[in-house]
């Protein structure tokens, strides 16, 4: 699977939004960009994931670059319970290639500041 | 719904025994992950099954590691002659699909503990 570079830390204030990059400039065509975010003790938990189009959840927005080779992961309005470890992951949809597990790296501390 | 659910939460064990861990994936889940998170290390994949079967074993850090899955439901990661390099937090994971464009739901984690 294709590495990605996110920063090692942000801050943010409660109440605004957070902006988080991801730079992924070996992305191929038929990888997927997902993200996940694990809180403090706790297992990883889905987020978001797109392929070109920017994608709209409950949790969060993904706006993904139109080279497809950097994304970001938005949080509209911060909320402590958003401090936690976001993972940018691409995820190779080529099923002759793939097998269908996520490779963490050490994605971003998310601090919020209330 | 139910979520993936892991148990024991909490197993301290000596070094030597051998240890089971176990993971109940989501009803009608047919792909299951196992990963490793030792202390302030990142997430490592182990093995992941489709349905019944493992295709791939390689993540596996040693042959003392198995992992089986039956009736493609519940599996059991288990670890023998336990080291304490063993010690980490296991945490398994269920998807729909083992595609791509498919997301994992992760249990609480098994924290192992070997002294």
């Known amino acids: 699977d294709a590495k990605t570079t996110q920063p090692n830390s942000m801050e943010s204030n409660e109440e605004e939004p957070v902006h988080l990059p991801c730079n992924h400039s070996t992305i191929s065509g038929t990888d997927y960009i997902h993200w996940y975010r694990q809180l403090p003790s706790q297992g990883p938990e889905y987020v978001i994931h797109g392929l070109t189009s920017n994608v709209n959840n409950r949790m969060a927005s993904l706006a993904i670059a139109e080279d497809r080779k950097s994304s970001t992961l938005i949080l509209h309005r911060a909320t402590l319970r958003d401090a936690a470890v976001y993972y940018c992951?691409?995820?190779?949809?080529?099923?002759?290639?793939?097998?269908?597990?996520?490779?963490f790296g050490k994605g971003t501390k998310l601090s919020v500041k209330p | 719904g139910a979520g993936v659910s892991q148990s024991p939460s909490n197993k301290v064990t000596e070094k030597g025994k051998d240890v089971e861990l176990r993971c109940d994936p989501i009803?009608?889940?047919?792909?299951l992950y196992w990963y490793r998170q030792s202390l302030g290390q990142g997430l490592e994949f182990l093995i992941y099954f489709q349905g019944n079967s493992a295709p791939d074993k390689s993540g596996l850090p040693s042959d003392r590691f198995s992992a089986e899955r039956t009736g493609g439901s519940v599996s059991t990661l288990t670890i023998q002659r336990t080291q304490q390099e063993d010690s980490a937090v296991y945490l398994c994971?269920?998807?729909?699909?083992?595609?791509?464009?498919?997301?994992?739901?992760f249990g609480p984690g098994t924290r192992l503990t070997v002294t």
């Open positions: 994971a269920s998807s729909l699909h083992w595609a791509a464009n498919y997301e994992q739901y």
């Open positions: 009803s009608g889940h047919t792909a």
């Open positions: 992951i691409l995820r190779d949809g080529d099923y002759g290639g793939s097998q269908g597990n996520l490779i």
